[in-house]
């Protein structure tokens, strides 16, 4: 089946835009989420995009959606070293599968540098 | 942070032993799940709860069950436990099963 997807790392330096990018499966998805898993913690919900929305703000954080594409973005500006994480992407089941659960992405590691 | 509780955050155990790991919650949501997380596999989702005594299975359920006798609680079973088994699981709640979900602070099982 399909996956959401996600590239595993990404190295910025303090002061950088970061950007980390997610593909979606459903084009159906009526929202798509982001969660923030700081080291040996759980995750949080981070932000989130209504799917009748491109483009969320909330301080330093963008999100940009292209439904076209199926292709959510997260950007971090000015990013900070307490930004490092590992950042998901989530969406919801589709209409049709009968599941019941949230999809995550594998999850990017935000490392930031000094 | 919302209202869930795991128990125990860290355990090592035998291999072939049973394991029960517990969730708690104090937001009366309908849905509990248990993730597993792993390098390079970001979380995958073992069982989930939809109400009293209503579970499903995930794409990684074999060698688990759980039940789910109230509604605060969630608990996970290793029947047998194997290394493959070792893991950092994640206990979830949502009121819906297409809205956000909340997460515990996770259980590291270590199965040696």
């Known amino acids: 089946g399909e996956d959401v997807e996600q590239s595993l790392f990404l190295s910025v330096r303090e002061g950088d835009s970061s950007v980390i990018n997610c593909t979606y499966t459903d084009s159906s998805s009526t929202y798509l989420y982001w969660y923030k898993q700081e080291p040996g913690a759980g995750l949080q919900l981070l932000t989130y995009i209504f799917s009748n929305m491109d483009m969320k703000q909330d301080q330093r954080l963008t999100v940009l959606l292209n439904k076209k594409d199926k292709h959510l973005s997260l950007r971090i500006a000015d990013t900070q070293t307490g930004d490092s994480a590992i950042y998901f992407c989530a969406e919801p089941p589709g209409l049709d599968t009968g599941r019941r659960a949230l999809t995550f992405g594998s999850g990017t590691r935000l490392q930031v540098q000094p | 942070d919302a209202g869930i509780t795991q128990s125990p955050r860290h355990k090592v155990t035998e291999t072939g032993t049973p394991v029960t790991l517990r969730c708690h919650q104090t937001e009366n949501h309908r849905y509990m799940y248990w993730y597993r997380q792993d390098p390079g596999h970001g979380l995958r989702l073992i069982h989930y709860s939809y109400g009293v005594k209503d579970t499903d299975k995930g794409e990684v359920s074999d060698g688990y069950s759980v039940s789910r006798s109230k509604t605060e609680d969630f608990l996970l079973t290793l029947e047998s436990a194997t290394s493959s088994q070792t893991s950092v699981y994640f206990c979830?709640?949502?009121?819906?099963?297409?809205?956000?979900?909340?997460f515990g602070q996770g259980t590291r099982l270590t199965v040696v």
């Open positions: 979830a709640i949502s009121e819906s099963g297409n809205t956000e979900a909340f």
